[in-house]
């Protein structure tokens, strides 16, 4: 059973560019949550979805950010017109339901903004 | 607002040592408490998962302690190994609603051999 699984794992950009993030939960489960570590601060939340559904953004910078979850294939987080300061390692986690236990984490990706 | 606190930062210890982590957070009202570790570039692992009923969760050398009325958790790691050098996280899960994880800022295990 694979775990959660994150491509990129390393994606490099220019200032101005955008910058694509795939996320596949693990097998069973239809709950996706995004993440964001900057060097040397803890993670914090960015944003919740379920299967088409959004169902809470409140950590998503207001301009810039997106994030989806199609009925088939992985979730997406957009980032567009990239700064420097999103460089950071985002992480995506994956449950197989709401409030029922942990929540596994897959590898990361790590964004360089150039 | 939730707010997750690790202390130390950072530790220091031999092998072999007995160690505890610690985890503050200031609303109680949680659902869970989970401890992770990172490994350098690395995403987490989780270590623990302890339901807000339950007092304690063991694996193995690890044996994660939760007062939710006072807001704490430790995190004891027995006969400590340099192969557990790594960074722990904290995370707490609220208990309302769509409640997602709030992360402290870790500590940061070195054990030397």
């Known amino acids: 059973n694979a775990g959660v699984m994150q491509n990129p794992r390393h994606l490099v950009r220019r200032r101005g560019q955008e910058a694509r993030l795939r996320c596949s939960p693990m097998?069973?489960?239809?709950?996706v949550y995004w993440y964001r570590q900057l060097p040397e601060e803890g993670l914090k939340f960015m944003v919740y979805l379920q299967k088409e559904n959004i169902i809470d953004e409140s950590g998503m910078p207001k301009e810039r950010f997106s994030a989806e979850f199609p009925k088939e294939g992985p979730s997406i987080l957009r980032i567009q017109q990239v700064v420097r300061g999103d460089s950071a390692a985002y992480f995506c986690?994956?449950?197989?339901?709401?409030?029922?236990?942990?929540?596994?984490f897959g590898e990361g990706s790590r964004l360089t903004v150039l | 607002k939730q707010e997750v606190t690790q202390i130390p930062a950072a530790l220091s210890v031999p092998e072999g040592e007995n160690l505890v982590l610690n985890c503050s957070f200031t609303d109680s009202a949680i659902y869970n408490l989970q401890w992770f570790r990172q490994d350098p570039g690395k995403g987490l692992t989780s270590l623990l998962l302890i339901q807000s009923s339950q007092r304690e969760q063991t694996s193995g050398r690890l044996n994660a302690s939760l007062d939710k009325s006072s807001g704490r958790s430790t995190l004891y790691i027995a006969a400590s190994q340099p192969g557990d050098s790594a960074t722990y996280l904290c995370a707490v899960r609220g208990e309302s609603g769509y409640s997602t994880l709030t992360f402290g800022k870790g500590t940061m295990l070195l054990v030397s051999p």
């Open positions: 097998k069973g489960h239809s709950h």
């Open positions: 986690a994956s449950s197989p339901g709401v409030n029922t236990g942990e929540l596994f």
